[in-house]
């Protein structure tokens, strides 16, 4: 064996890294060796010193304070969240029972010296006689939070750094609600330095035969994006949905 | 007094402000740790409210009952290993090459009032891709397996690069001796 294989063994001997046949390898090779003999002493003293040296008692900065400053203030941000949403799905729901009753339009005349096919209606869903329209029941979906995101470290350059790009993190813990739709806004905050935002968004996730329709909106003022995000539940069968406009849907 | 799992539990349900109670409780572990791996103060302090920042977002995730500070080095060793990661590539190719020395300066700035500190400051001095490991093996006491799977590399690497850094530590302590 070479010094220099040797002096790796020893290394990883002294760090209990070694099996056992290149322990015999090694011990033969330092018997005869008197160089690599003193080296495995030195490391062995160098090894005790390095552990020390790192362990030495060091002065720690308060973390506490600013840490759980920044935690409450996500955390509020989150509630304030959480309002905005029912307020919006308040709204909805307003809007929902005291939607107005749909007005058919008659048919257009075509005058035709031909016999035409009979039309084949689908969905007969208004009733001949409409006096009264009940208002169909809100659907029960779930709710889930959209991933939060936290936008952290956006902060003023410094000599190493310039701005750093904020980081998303994915928190999923569903919420039972019943709705038909949700409408949220949020706004891509500017953010001063060490400030957080919590940007979450609740997403209605469709149930068994049906599909949630998803549109967005992004409007730049200022400088500043603002996205308004409208989430739809209805059933697979439901033709209504083809008059959207340009829509993302999910299954 | 609570347990790490209990704390956990109630910042889960939303006291956020109970997740202080873990900073106070891993926050010198944590910067020690960001300190050694990043040598510099203001860095470290940086990392560490960092580290602390992701774990509360993370916290749902966390199931490894009993194994906080296991789960939180990780967190710890990733965010400083991101901030060293453009100094961290070292192939077995230049096994036999030590990295030059940045200067006698670097000796002479070494305050040897004793032999610890001294040779605290000559990790610092380390390359970061040495430094890391030297640190995670001697203050984390981790093995070389557990070193090799939490930077991403092979075995034999990190056991050649532990002996790298050593020798370099001792011809550095050498010339400071002198
Ligand atoms: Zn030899």
């Known amino acids: 064996m070479r010094c220099e294989e040797c002096e790796i063994l020893i290394s990883a001997c002294a760090d209990d890294e070694l099996s056992g046949t290149e322990r015999t390898e090694m011990l033969a090779h330092i018997c005869q060796c008197e160089s690599c003999h003193r080296l495995y002493e030195d490391i062995l003293v160098l090894h005790r010193n390095i552990t020390t040296a790192l362990r030495e008692p060091m002065e720690t900065p308060d973390l506490v304070s600013p840490v759980t400053a920044r935690v409450i203030y996500h955390s509020r941000a989150r509630f304030t969240w959480a309002w905005a949403a029912a307020l919006a799905l308040f709204i909805v729901f307003g809007y929902v029972i005291h939607k107005p009753a749909p007005q058919i339009k008659p048919a257009p005349v075509v005058v035709s010296t031909r016999p035409q096919p009979k039309p084949v209606v689908k969905h007969p869903r208004v009733l001949p006689s409409q006096t009264m329209v009940a208002t169909p029941a809100p659907k029960h979906v779930t709710v889930q939070p959209a991933p939060k995101r936290i936008a952290l470290y956006v902060r003023p350059p410094k000599t190493k750094h310039s701005v750093r790009v904020p980081k998303q993190y994915d928190i999923d813990s569903p919420i039972a609600m019943d709705t038909a739709e949700v409408v949220v806004e949020y706004s891509d905050m500017g953010l001063a330095a060490g400030h957080a935002a919590d940007l979450s968004a609740p997403v209605p996730v469709a149930g068994p035969g049906q599909r949630v329709i998803t549109t967005s909106e992004t409007t730049i003022v200022n400088g500043k994006k603002t996205e308004r995000m409208c989430y739809r539940v209805v059933d697979n069968d439901d033709k209504e949905t083809s008059t959207q406009g340009e829509t993302n849907e999910t299954p | 007094m609570l347990s790490d799992q209990q704390i956990i539990g109630q910042v889960i349900k939303g006291k956020a402000e109970m997740f202080g109670e873990l900073v106070a409780r891993y926050q010198t572990p944590v910067f020690r740790l960001a300190f050694s791996i990043l040598a510099d103060r203001a860095e470290a302090e940086d990392a560490a409210q960092e580290v602390f920042i992701r774990a509360y977002s993370k916290l749902s995730s966390y199931t490894d009952s009993g194994k906080f500070w296991g789960w939180l080095r990780r967190i710890t060793v990733n965010i400083c290993l991101d901030k060293i990661r453009p100094y961290t590539v070292i192939s077995l190719d230049d096994v036999n090459e030590i990295?030059?020395?940045?200067?006698?300066?670097?000796?002479?700035?070494?305050?040897?009032?004793?032999?610890?500190?001294?040779?605290?400051e000559t990790i610092y001095q380390l390359p970061p891709a040495y430094r890391s490991v030297i640190v995670l093996k001697y203050l984390e006491d981790m093995n070389y397996a557990e070193i090799a799977e939490m930077l991403g590399e092979s075995i034999p690497n990190v056991r050649v690069r532990i002996h790298r850094a050593k020798k370099m530590l001792r011809e550095r302590m050498k010339v400071c001796a002198q």
Do not use: H, K, M
């Not at chain 2, 670097?106 to 004793?114: I, K």
């Open chain 2, 99 to 120: 990295p030059a020395q940045s200067g006698d300066s670097v000796y002479e700035s070494v305050a040897c009032s004793t032999e610890a500190t001294e040779l605290r």
